[in-house]
């Protein structure tokens, strides 16, 4: 089971205490604008009229208790849309959006027909490796505030390397790969680059027909052979 808290001041808090005890192997994630939990914004009055003398005192938990019960504290990410419906969020990252790049590579490359390639390298590793991207060469195709495709430029030597296309699921077979693929395309030639690279198995079919289709030509390659053995 997975349960979201959104907001996490003092009924958040409360709530996701009650939630941890009652349900220890649900999945608990909770998002909080600010950087503390537990604000008793009821006290201020007696902070101002010196009842509490320390404001410091207003607050009775922390968000490192709160990720020793089990719970996945998000702390400055604000949730900007609900959809109940879909049980989806759309939460913004206050400090940098780079992590929600992260998330929505990690999605699409696990859903596509060559997904041996899905993001399975940590955060870390990821944001050093989109840091030396130009954030000019990173497409976006959204629906409202949902990004449902992506597709992503590197230099490499003397040409532009594509990272990564993919598009949502519920949104393929409309052509947005191809117009990404294009909008790639005429950045690359607008800088001046001469050969635009990318990498295609051949167990994703759909986009090594829009590859070729957009002149792309295969080079000599290599073959990944597996045995499987048997035990006898």
């Not at 598009?167 to 191809?178: E, L, M, T, Y």
Request: glycine content about 6%; charged content about 25%; aromatic content about 8%.
């Amino acid at each position: 089971m997975k349960i979201v808290v959104v907001g996490c001041t003092h009924a958040g808090t409360e709530a996701t205490k009650n939630l941890a005890r009652l349900y220890p192997d649900a999945k608990i994630n909770v998002y909080e604008r600010n950087d503390n939990v537990s604000f008793l914004s009821c006290g201020i009055a007696l902070n101002i009229g010196g009842v509490v003398k320390q404001a410091e005192d207003l607050f009775y938990s922390s968000p490192e208790e709160l990720s020793s019960l089990g719970v996945n504290m998000f702390m400055l990410h604000e949730v900007v849309e609900i959809n109940a419906e879909k049980k989806e969020l759309q939460i913004r990252n206050m400090v940098t959006n780079e992590r929600f790049n992260y998330e929505v590579m990690s999605r699409l490359t696990s859903d596509t027909p060559d997904a041996q390639d899905a993001l399975n390298m940590p955060y870390e590793i990821f944001l050093s490796i989109i840091e030396k991207i130009n954030p000019k060469s990173v497409f976006f195709a959204m629906k409202e505030k949902e990004i449902i495709g992506i597709t992503l430029l590197k230099p490499q030597r003397e040409a532009m390397h594509t990272i990564f296309t993919g598009v949502s699921r519920d949104f393929r077979g409309k052509g947005i790969a191809r117009a990404l693929k294009l909008l790639s395309i005429r950045f690359s030639r607008d800088i001046g680059v001469l050969k635009l690279r990318t990498n295609n198995r051949s167990t994703n079919a759909p986009m090594l027909a829009i590859n070729q289709a957009l002149g792309y030509i295969s080079e000599p390659g290599k073959w990944i052979l597996e045995k499987k053995m048997i035990n006898e």
